[in-house]
């Protein structure tokens, strides 16, 4: 069973905090992203890895960056952290040698920017 | 441009009712679509993906190049599928890649 953690669920930061959201997998799969989830605009992809050290901008960039050191972690950075970035941050996971595309979700980091 | 779109934020249904949730997408290639659900507090999962044609707690879904949609469908709603669904689009390359429409809210009273 496909395990996809995000060590964080729920995080209270000031503006202008620089923040760090965690997620590990642990079934050796080469792609992984981050989305963000907003009622109403549904999820919205940030970063993708597909491979360690490889990252590929998604539809809303912006005030992120993402880190990749090992395989099975993924981080995303907000360097100083605002009001607009209050949401709920999912990390995904997916194999690229399988057929389909297919991902598998953490549980969600809740952050407030306060 | 690539895109999904769900019409409805929220669908209101009685117990035993017939359910529909209605996606729409626009992909020029050869599409892979999904249905994704969120129960209460626990983690987006996958339902359903039309290459399956297979049928998950009671839910289809038939994939209209035509219509282009992927609507998804029971015959008769259970309060245990209350949640949040999004439908969502997977390209070619075998990324991974997805994009989400905006969800549905489905709820199911007794």
């Known amino acids: 069973d496909v395990k996809v953690t995000q060590s964080s669920r729920y995080l209270v930061k000031r503006t202008g905090e620089k923040v760090f959201l965690e997620c590990v997998q642990d079934m050796d799969h080469e792609n992984m992203f981050w989305y963000r989830q907003d009622p109403g605009l549904g999820l919205r992809l940030i970063y993708f890895?597909?491979?360690?050290?490889?990252?590929e901008k998604g539809d809303i960039p912006e005030g992120y960056s993402v880190s990749r050191e090992k395989k099975e972690r993924f981080s995303l950075i907000l360097e100083s952290a605002s009001t607009n970035q209050t949401s709920m941050y999912l990390c995904?996971?997916?194999?690229?040698?399988?057929?389909?595309?297919?991902?598998?979700f953490g549980e969600g980091s809740w952050l407030t920017v306060v | 441009a690539q895109r999904v779109t769900q019409p409805e934020k929220l669908l209101s249904v009685f117990k035993g009712a017939p359910v529909e949730l209605k996606c729409n997408y626009s992909y020029s290639g050869s599409p892979e679509l999904f249905w994704y659900v969120q129960y209460s507090r626990q983690r987006l999962q996958l339902l359903l993906r039309?290459?399956s044609r297979e049928s998950i707690k009671g839910f289809t879904a038939d994939l209209n190049k035509g219509e282009t949609s992927f609507h998804l469908k029971k015959p008769f709603a259970q309060e245990e599928d209350s949640a949040m669904y999004y439908c969502?689009?997977?390209?070619?390359?075998?990324?991974?890649?997805?994009?989400f429409g905006q969800g549905t809210t489905l709820q199911v009273k007794p």
């Open positions: 039309h290459i």
């Open positions: 969502a689009l997977g390209g070619s390359g075998n990324t991974g890649k997805l994009i």
């Open positions: 995904a996971s997916h194999p690229a040698k399988s057929s389909g595309n297919t991902i598998y």
């Open positions: 890895s597909y491979d360690v050290k490889m990252k």
